[in-house]
């Protein structure tokens, strides 16, 4: 023994959880979500994080648990989707590049990025959005045209779960993470650091 006397790194420093900026209410969008994180062990080892997000403006709660794994460290998250369960959450910090190689679509973090918490469905909407607002403004002469039509045609099969898929999700700072409910699915590669 004769380590007892010795600080253990607490659960929060462990994780090394991400600062969190402002998150506008997904249901008013007016008000600023408060949230509350805690890091549990539980009584079999695993560490889970209990997300309490309430806004400050209406009556949005939401309780969200996510087990820990390799959670927030620099690297690269990448989700096998190839049963139709578009529930797996996705964490996105301002650093974190989402790609779908499938459909060759990426999304990079804007100017003003914020901490983005969607799950695998949201993802795809935004990307199917972008992709229309693309073709609404590109001409049928357009080189790009098909291109844009046939990404489209992927990213909607993906929605409806009739093609198998991946979601890479890359941040080279940390603080980005993939919380799935089916362990086999998810793979993360951490980022060595250079001698
Ligand atoms: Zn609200």
Not at 70 to 76: E, I, K, L, N, Q
Not at 167 to 181: K, N, W
Request: charge should be negative; include cysteine; charged fraction near 25%.
């Amino acid at each position: 023994m004769g380590k007892d006397w010795e600080t253990k790194p607490s659960l929060e420093e462990k994780y090394s959880l991400p600062e969190i900026q402002d998150i506008p209410c997904p249901s008013c969008t007016k008000g600023i979500l408060q949230i509350s994180r805690n890091v549990h062990t539980l009584p079999d080892g695993e560490d889970i994080l209990i997300l309490l997000m309430e806004c400050n403006a209406c009556s949005f709660r939401r309780n969200d648990i996510i087990p820990l794994r390799s959670a927030f460290a620099p690297g690269t998250y990448s989700l096998t989707i190839n049963d139709g369960d578009l529930t797996s959450k996705i964490f996105r910090s301002p650093t974190g590049v989402i790609e779908l190689p499938e459909a060759d679509f990426e999304i990079e973090p804007g100017a003003s990025a914020e901490y983005w918490i969607t799950n695998v469905e949201g993802i795809l909407k935004r990307m199917i959005q972008f992709t229309n607002v693309m073709l609404t403004h590109a001409s049928k002469d357009d080189a790009n045209y098909q291109k844009i039509e046939s990404t489209l045609e992927i990213l909607l099969n993906c929605l409806q779960g009739t093609s198998p898929f991946h979601l890479i999700l890359r941040d080279t700072i940390g603080g980005s993470y993939i919380a799935s409910t089916k362990t086999d699915n998810l793979q993360f590669e951490p980022i060595k650091n250079k001698e």
